[in-house]
């Protein structure tokens, strides 16, 4: 057990500070930083994360030393308040939230106005001079925010449907009231209105929850602090941090502070701000605010928030509110040199809340804002040309899967014009997104899994859809602004959002969405969202491609990376369009030309398939010559495409079976046998011989070559011819025969010795005496990365075909694995999907073992990997320490292998430079430009047992 579970902080003195994440989460750190800072935090303590663990641990269980903490805090905090917990007179009011080290927005429970009862009411209303809507609205707040988190919630109590649920009965209560009367806002409700619902809300809890709502103040902190420890478990909390990758055992800590009120008078408010606008990245202070509420109000987006200044208004929605800036000029000017001091003091953009109660500002929070791929780059860019960070720290600080964000599909302008537009929201999340309109989270993720795009309809999100929003295309809301739910966690993701579109009326009964000039809209009609620009229209629009060659910060962020990264950034490409596109992505290479999709045209398969129905080999030979001329021209465009970089080829890898109809499908194969003419019966018992109870086993890879020498004779004379002609042209070119399924050497050196046979042929009949090409093989056979060091001394280079690999190595068949591997994550068996993110203390091992003894048997052996894995991010940061030369990834991952590719050099290099060694404000290229001999040093390859190379490719 720990010695100490409660940190006080107040008065300008705290126990904690922002270093002190781990113990007290993120909130309860910087609540102590800002404290310490002397800015005006209303006063209160943090409950650390590891009391959080020992709870669970315990069987839910608070020990008496903490009791006895809290007690000794809260006391402190009456002090600097002058007011006591629970007091008749003078009452002292908390609010109970959560706070894990990681923000994790609107996942876990929070409480507000703890400690009010029958017998503290009559002292929050003299407190307010009289004000008894003011109590009284703070006294059903509390009811039906503790009935729902600590009562239902944390009680584990899960209604039969979202309208049994307790706070859906109260707001019910709330809405009868609010029609019964005529109206159209909380806000008019009256102090008796209030009473009156307060009764009806203790009635409903008894009836509903079996049980009283607690009178006693400590019973609803205790019950508050267990309620924020058992959201931590909570489904939507979970589901979160299986999404971000947070780890479980962290915990959270449960913050406790004094509660001032927004919603007390018109000289009261709430809002968010942001110190950066975290859409775009523009250094703008940005943000929302309400008048007379309190924070929930602005973050559920119940009402639309005013804009905080000028920079914040948005046209058609809150332009005509009067800003923060406009209304109470000197709070605004105070609450600007916050941001300002906040910012420079964490040195990035900062999410802030705050209060004004009755004309003074209060500091609720501050924490590293989250924001979209765009603004996080312009924001890095931005941040070094104004010396506040280094370069080293700008590429450190970008997710690698945010980049990814840039390269969004964006909705066809030429589309646009012509399409009906159905409503205009505010632009919260980037790109374009089109999908079929679903109106629960529940059904937007099982249509997701179905293979449908869906776009996740509400009229605000909560913390219960996380599911469906991560699994849509994208979210729209017809209420909230640009802090609410939605907003914030489509920017964390890089969601395409569109949050307020209030012209939108959703009808959840009859699943329709109708817009104010009268369309009506049903669930499962397809619309389409432009992010950008906050606007819905009808129908599917077609999409198209991003261009981050125009985006300035984006070019000189990658530059930066590419100074830094020590592996090569290769694409897996079949064709020129692909190579072209890769290479606009900044790739330096062919990592993986898949040969066998090029087998597929009409009249390549047809001589494919006569090869593979042939009875002599004469014939045999006769269709593959017909192939050549085809393959040829596959690799004289594609080679050319990629001048003057490698293309790594590999030769033909399926078995045959995959070139001929399913025998099952009898239509197919009569089809095929009158194509081919030859006799369906015949052509069928074929395909039931080529047929194998396990094809990735079978006769495919160098064991094809091996039996039919031809066709390997045929692959490396295409590839060949293809290298002369354009040598003889003048395009230097560098192809990498690549011989796939290589368990053995001798299997190996059968293959080679047929490619190094006719590249002698092809230089006398070419008259191309030098022909620059490699010959080598991909290790995707365990046996090979363990027999790596007989066959490195006849091989070039190693491709390591991860894909393969994984499932021969893990046992698992990857088109199979989905009916297990997801109850293995769950279960914690594998941390991550082994066919997503490398098995590291397994398949991982293989991969070492394989360069190590590679290696040490050839010292100029070239090492690479073109398995999916060649594009994620913690597996190019294990490719990188083992000591491979390159990775290669799909085209649209080129980008992220770059970026992540610099982080790893960086984290194993000692981490970024101190900032003085940034650039002096101002030096950003303006336009995408090689790098500047004045940046900052490249790190020297760091030394690992393969002593590994350090060019690039």
Same mark, same amino acid.
């Given at each position: 057990?720990?010695?100490?579970?409660?940190?006080?902080?107040?008065?300008?003195?705290?126990?904690?500070?922002?270093?002190?994440?781990?113990?007290?989460?993120?909130?309860?750190?910087?609540?102590?930083?800002?404290?310490?800072?002397?800015?005006?935090?209303?006063?209160?303590?943090?409950?650390?994360? $590891?009391?959080?663990?020992?709870?669970?641990?315990?069987?839910?269980?608070?020990?008496?030393?903490?009791?006895?903490?809290?007690?000794?805090?809260?006391?402190? *905090?009456?002090?600097?308040?002058?007011?006591?917990?629970?007091?008749?007179?003078?009452?002292?009011?908390?609010?109970?939230?959560?706070?894990?080290?990681?923000?994790?927005?609107?996942?876990?429970?929070?409480?507000?106005?703890?400690?009010?009862?029958?017998?503290?009411?009559?002292?929050?209303?003299?407190?307010?001079?009289?004000?008894?809507?003011?109590?009284?609205?703070?006294?059903?707040?509390?009811?039906?925010?503790?009935?729902?988190?600590?009562?239902?919630?944390?009680?584990?109590?899960?209604?039969?449907?979202?309208?049994?649920?307790?706070?859906?009965?109260?707001?019910?209560?709330?809405?009868?009231?609010?029609?019964?009367?005529?109206?159209?806002?909380?806000?008019?409700?009256?102090?008796?209105?209030?009473?009156?619902?307060?009764?009806?809300?203790?009635?409903?809890?008894?009836?509903?929850?079996?049980?009283?709502?607690?009178?006693?103040?400590?019973?609803?902190?205790?019950?508050?602090?267990?309620?924020?420890?058992?959201?931590?478990?909570?489904?939507?909390?979970?589901?979160?941090?299986?999404?971000?990758?947070?780890?479980?055992?962290?915990?959270?800590?449960?913050?406790?502070?004094?509660?001032?009120?927004?919603?007390? @008078?018109?000289?009261?408010?709430?809002?968010?701000?942001?110190?950066?606008?975290?859409?775009?990245? $523009?250094?703008?202070?940005?943000?929302?605010?309400?008048?007379?509420?309190?924070?929930?109000?602005?973050?559920?987006?119940?009402?639309?928030?005013?804009?905080?200044?000028?920079?914040?208004?948005?046209?058609?929605?809150?332009?005509?509110?009067?800003?923060?800036?406009?209304?109470?000029? &000197?709070?605004?000017?105070?609450?600007?040199?916050?941001?300002?001091?906040?910012?420079?003091?964490?040195?990035?953009?900062?999410?802030?809340?705050?209060?004004? &109660?009755?004309?003074?500002?209060?500091?609720?929070?501050?924490?590293?804002?989250?924001?979209?791929?765009?603004?996080?780059?312009?924001?890095?860019?931005?941040?070094?040309?104004?010396?506040?960070?280094?370069? &080293?720290?700008?590429?450190?600080?970008?997710?690698?899967?945010?980049?990814?964000?840039?390269?969004?599909?964006?909705?066809?302008?030429? !589309?646009?014009?012509?399409?009906?537009?159905?409503?205009?929201?505010?632009?919260?999340?980037?790109?374009?997104?089109?999908?079929?309109?679903?109106?629960?989270?529940?059904?937007?993720?099982?249509?997701?899994?179905?293979?449908?795009?869906?776009?996740?309809?509400? /009229?605000?999100?909560?913390? $219960?859809?996380?599911?469906?929003?991560?699994?849509?295309? %994208?979210?729209?809301?017809?209420?909230?602004?640009?802090?609410?739910?939605?907003?914030?966690?489509?920017?964390?993701?890089?969601?395409?959002?569109?949050?307020?579109?209030?012209?939108?009326?959703?009808?959840?009964?009859?699943?329709?969405?109708?817009?104010?000039? %009268?369309?009506?809209?049903?669930?499962?009609?397809?619309?389409?969202?432009?992010?950008?620009?906050?606007?819905?229209?009808?129908?599917?629009?077609?999409?198209?491609?991003?261009?981050?060659?125009?985006?300035?910060?984006?070019?000189?962020?990658?530059?930066?990376? @590419?100074?830094?990264?020590?592996?090569?950034?290769?694409?897996?490409?079949?064709?020129?369009?692909?190579?072209?596109?890769?290479?606009?992505?900044?790739?330096?290479?062919?990592?993986?030309?898949?040969?066998?999709?090029?087998?597929?045209?009409?009249?390549?398969?047809?001589?494919?398939?006569?090869?593979?129905?042939?009875?002599?080999?004469?014939?045999?030979?006769?269709?593959?010559?017909?192939?050549?001329?085809?393959?040829?021209?596959?690799?004289?465009?594609?080679?050319?495409?990629?001048?003057?970089?490698? *293309?790594?080829?590999?030769? =033909?890898?399926?078995?045959?079976?995959?070139?001929?109809?399913?025998?099952?499908?009898?239509?197919?194969?009569?089809?095929?046998?009158?194509?081919?003419? *030859?006799?369906?019966?015949?052509?069928?018992?074929?395909?039931?011989?080529?047929?194998?109870?396990?094809?990735?086993?079978?006769?495919?890879?160098?064991?094809?070559?091996?039996?039919?020498?031809?066709?390997?004779?045929?692959?490396?004379?295409?590839?060949?011819?293809?290298?002369?002609?354009?040598?003889?042209?003048? =395009?230097?070119?560098?192809?990498?025969?690549?011989?796939?399924?290589?368990?053995?050497?001798?299997?190996?050196?059968?293959?080679?010795?047929?490619?190094?046979?006719?590249?002698?042929?092809?230089?006398?009949?070419?008259?191309?005496?030098?022909?620059?090409?490699?010959?080598?093989?991909?290790?995707?056979?365990?046996?090979?990365?363990?027999?790596?060091?007989?066959?490195?001394?006849?091989?070039?280079?190693?491709?390591?075909?991860?894909?393969?690999?994984?499932?021969?190595?893990?046992?698992?068949?990857?088109?199979?694995?989905?009916?297990?591997?997801?109850?293995?994550?769950?279960?914690?068996?594998?941390?991550?999907?082994?066919?997503?993110?490398?098995?590291?203390? %397994?398949?991982?091992?293989?991969?070492?073992?394989?360069?190590?003894?590679?290696?040490? !048997?050839?010292?100029?052996?070239?090492?690479?990997?073109?398995?999916?894995? %060649?594009?994620?991010?913690?597996?190019?940061?294990?490719?990188?320490?083992?000591?491979?030369?390159?990775?290669?990834?799909?085209?649209?991952?080129?980008?992220?292998?770059?970026?992540?590719?610099?982080?790893?050099?960086?984290?194993?290099?000692?981490?970024?430079?101190? =900032?003085?060694?940034?650039?002096?404000?101002? /030096?950003?290229?303006?336009?995408?430009?090689?790098?500047?001999?004045?940046?900052?040093?490249?790190?020297?390859?760091?030394?690992?047992?393969?002593?590994?190379?350090?060019?690039?490719?």
């Amino acid at each position: 057990m720990a010695d100490k579970y409660v940190y006080s902080f107040g008065s300008g003195q705290a126990e904690g500070n922002a270093k002190m994440k781990e113990l007290l989460g993120g909130k309860g750190a910087n609540l102590a930083e800002m404290t310490n800072l002397g800015l005006p935090v209303p006063p209160g303590f943090t409950i650390s994360t $590891e009391m959080c663990n020992e709870y669970f641990e315990s069987g839910g269980k608070l020990p008496d030393s903490l009791i006895q903490e809290v007690k000794k805090a809260m006391r402190q *905090v009456e002090r600097i308040m002058g007011r006591k917990f629970g007091d008749k007179k003078n009452p002292l009011l908390v609010s109970v939230r959560s706070g894990a080290r990681q923000s994790m927005p609107g996942m876990m429970d929070t409480v507000l106005n703890v400690g009010l009862s029958t017998e503290t009411l009559p002292g929050l209303i003299e407190m307010t001079g009289g004000d008894e809507r003011f109590a009284y609205d703070a006294y059903r707040r509390l009811i039906m925010m503790y009935a729902d988190v600590v009562m239902e919630k944390a009680a584990g109590i899960e209604p039969e449907r979202d309208d049994l649920a307790v706070r859906a009965r109260l707001e019910d209560l709330m809405d009868g009231i609010k029609e019964a009367k005529g109206y159209a806002t909380d806000r008019e409700l009256t102090a008796e209105d209030l009473k009156i619902l307060s009764m009806q809300f203790k009635a409903t809890v008894r009836g509903v929850l079996g049980q009283r709502f607690p009178d006693d103040p400590w019973e609803q902190l205790w019950g508050g602090i267990r309620a924020v420890f058992q959201s931590w478990i909570g489904k939507r909390a979970v589901s979160y941090r299986n999404i971000e990758g947070i780890p479980h055992n962290w915990g959270t800590a449960v913050n406790v502070q004094t509660m001032v009120f927004g919603n007390l @008078d018109d000289d009261s408010a709430t809002g968010v701000a942001f110190t950066r606008d975290p859409s775009t990245g $523009e250094n703008v202070f940005y943000g929302e605010w309400l008048r007379n509420a309190q924070g929930e109000d602005v973050v559920a987006g119940i009402r639309t928030p005013n804009a905080l200044n000028l920079a914040s208004k948005r046209e058609g929605s809150n332009d005509h509110l009067a800003s923060l800036e406009e209304e109470m000029s &000197e709070l605004y000017d105070e609450l600007s040199g916050f941001r300002t001091r906040l910012e420079t003091h964490y040195r990035d953009m900062q999410d802030l809340e705050f209060t004004i &109660e009755r004309g003074r500002l209060w500091m609720l929070q501050t924490r590293v804002g989250k924001r979209n791929g765009v603004a996080a780059v312009r924001m890095a860019v931005d941040m070094v040309n104004e010396k506040m960070i280094s370069r &080293e720290e700008a590429l450190l600080r970008i997710k690698p899967s945010q980049l990814d964000e840039l390269l969004h599909p964006m909705l066809d302008p030429a !589309a646009e014009r012509e399409a009906w537009k159905l409503a205009k929201g505010l632009p919260a999340g980037p790109g374009g997104a089109v999908g079929r309109i679903v109106l629960d989270s529940d059904k937007a993720k099982r249509w997701a899994e179905q293979g449908r795009k869906v776009i996740l309809v509400r /009229t605000e999100t909560s913390p $219960e859809d996380v599911d469906g929003m991560k699994a849509a295309e %994208g979210i729209l809301t017809s209420r909230g602004g640009m802090t609410s739910h939605a907003a914030l966690v489509a920017r964390g993701w890089g969601k395409c959002c569109i949050a307020g579109a209030s012209d939108l009326k959703i009808d959840y009964r009859e699943r329709s969405v109708t817009t104010a000039l %009268g369309t009506t809209l049903n669930e499962g009609d397809w619309i389409s969202l432009n992010g950008s620009t906050g606007i819905v229209y009808q129908g599917q629009l077609a999409v198209m491609a991003a261009d981050p060659e125009k985006m300035d910060e984006y070019n000189e962020l990658m530059s930066w990376a @590419d100074e830094i990264r020590r592996l090569g950034i290769r694409t897996n490409a079949d064709n020129p369009n692909d190579a072209a596109q890769a290479r606009r992505f900044g790739a330096k290479g062919i990592g993986l030309c898949r040969t066998e999709h090029m087998f597929f045209g009409e009249e390549r398969i047809r001589s494919m398939r006569a090869m593979i129905l042939a009875k002599t080999e004469e014939e045999r030979v006769a269709s593959l010559k017909r192939l050549l001329p085809f393959q040829r021209e596959d690799f004289y465009q594609i080679m050319k495409a990629m001048s003057p970089f490698p *293309v790594n080829i590999r030769l =033909v890898d399926p078995p045959l079976h995959e070139f001929l109809p399913d025998e099952n499908d009898p239509e197919a194969v009569q089809e095929v046998a009158d194509e081919m003419e *030859v006799d369906a019966g015949k052509l069928s018992s074929r395909i039931h011989e080529l047929r194998e109870l396990n094809p990735m086993l079978g006769h495919r890879g160098c064991r094809l070559g091996i039996t039919i020498p031809a066709v390997t004779e045929m692959q490396a004379r295409a590839i060949l011819e293809a290298t002369a002609k354009l040598t003889l042209e003048g =395009v230097e070119v560098h192809p990498e025969i690549m011989v796939p399924l290589v368990g053995n050497y001798l299997e190996f050196e059968n293959q080679r010795d047929i490619i190094m046979k006719t590249a002698e042929q092809v230089k006398k009949s070419t008259g191309c005496s030098e022909l620059h090409f490699k010959v080598g093989t991909m290790i995707e056979v365990p046996r090979a990365a363990i027999t790596a060091d007989e066959i490195a001394p006849i091989a070039q280079f190693f491709s390591f075909g991860t894909n393969d690999l994984t499932q021969m190595g893990c046992g698992f068949s990857r088109d199979d694995s989905a009916t297990f591997l997801p109850h293995y994550l769950e279960a914690g068996i594998y941390q991550d999907d082994p066919f997503q993110s490398i098995d590291q203390k %397994g398949v991982g091992q293989l991969v070492r073992i394989a360069v190590e003894k590679g290696r040490a !048997a050839n010292k100029d052996l070239h090492l690479g990997i073109c398995g999916e894995h %060649g594009g994620d991010p913690a597996s190019i940061e294990f490719f990188d320490e083992v000591g491979l030369d390159y990775v290669s990834c799909s085209p649209f991952r080129v980008p992220i292998a770059r970026l992540a590719a610099a982080q790893s050099t960086l984290r194993h290099n000692g981490g970024p430079k101190p =900032v003085e060694d940034a650039p002096k404000a101002g /030096t950003a290229a303006k336009k995408a430009a090689p790098a500047k001999k004045t940046a900052a040093k490249k790190p020297a390859a760091r030394k690992t047992t393969a002593n590994p190379r350090t060019k690039k490719s």
